[in-house]
């Protein structure tokens, strides 16, 4: 009897380790895990802070493209929650109808100017680059199934400038026929704040996620244009 009570207990106890050190190896295996190591996001664009003069030119689907690589460690004590950090690039376009932006213009102040009556641009946008290095804490609901996770994260990102230029394509007199359907496009940074800094945030599940970034800093140089900010709402694809 004493020697099948000594069986039994050597096999719970066996069996007890053996949970134990299967609990520790998937734990370790959780934690040497990066999530959403690659971010693609799509967002419509928009300027706040603009004046009234130019958001009533705003036109179209105003629009922006992120790309970041990601790397995040969890922490060891609750793997759901982490801090993940990355490089990319993001990138916004803003639409305007019958407003041109002057941006290789020699002025103290940005010439934004109105061609309701004039030549005008049947498309006519800015568009910028930046090179970024996002950071995020991170929370997911199920850091062993990542692709079935509620997901959550809050960060900021940090960015200079690549590139800011105008484009205007199909120049058309004021009644609307068409002048020439040259590309017009202009590149320089003259006028811009070529750092930022912008909150973001975004929630989802599994491999996809809203998102909404606002920047910190203004877009513009201090005194050349009103203080804009630009604001990005939109779709998150991560994974792998």
Do not use: C
Not at 20 to 27: D, F, I, L, R
């Amino acid at each position: 009897m004493r020697k099948l009570s000594a069986v039994v207990l050597l096999v719970l106890f066996s069996f007890s380790a053996f949970s134990q050190s299967a609990k520790e190896a998937k734990k370790k295996e959780i934690l040497s895990r990066s999530g959403d190591h690659l971010m693609f996001q799509m967002s419509y664009d928009s300027w706040l802070g603009a004046p009234d003069s130019v958001k009533s030119h705003i036109k179209g689907f105003s629009r922006g493209v992120n790309v970041y690589v990601m790397y995040d460690q969890k922490f060891k004590g609750d793997p759901r929650f982490s801090i993940a950090g990355g490089i990319g690039v993001g990138t916004s376009s803003i639409f305007f109808k019958k407003m041109t932006v002057d941006i290789h213009s020699k002025e103290s102040k940005l010439p934004f100017i109105e061609t309701d009556s004039a030549d005008n641009y049947k498309k006519f946008k800015i568009a910028t680059a930046f090179l970024e290095v996002p950071i995020e804490f991170r929370f997911s609901s199920n850091p062993a199934v990542p692709n079935k996770a509620v997901k959550v994260a809050l960060g900021v990102k940090l960015g200079t400038m690549l590139n800011a230029h105008t484009k205007g394509k199909t120049l058309r007199d004021a009644n609307g026929k068409t002048i020439s359907n040259a590309i017009d496009k202009v590149s320089t940074r003259s006028y811009f704040n070529t750092t930022r800094i912008a909150a973001t945030a975004r929630i989802g599940y599994g491999n996809f996620s809203l998102f909404g970034s606002y920047n910190l800093s203004a877009m513009f140089k201090s005194g050349v244009a009103a203080d804009v900010k630009l604001l990005q709402v939109g779709l998150t694809i991560s994974g792998l």
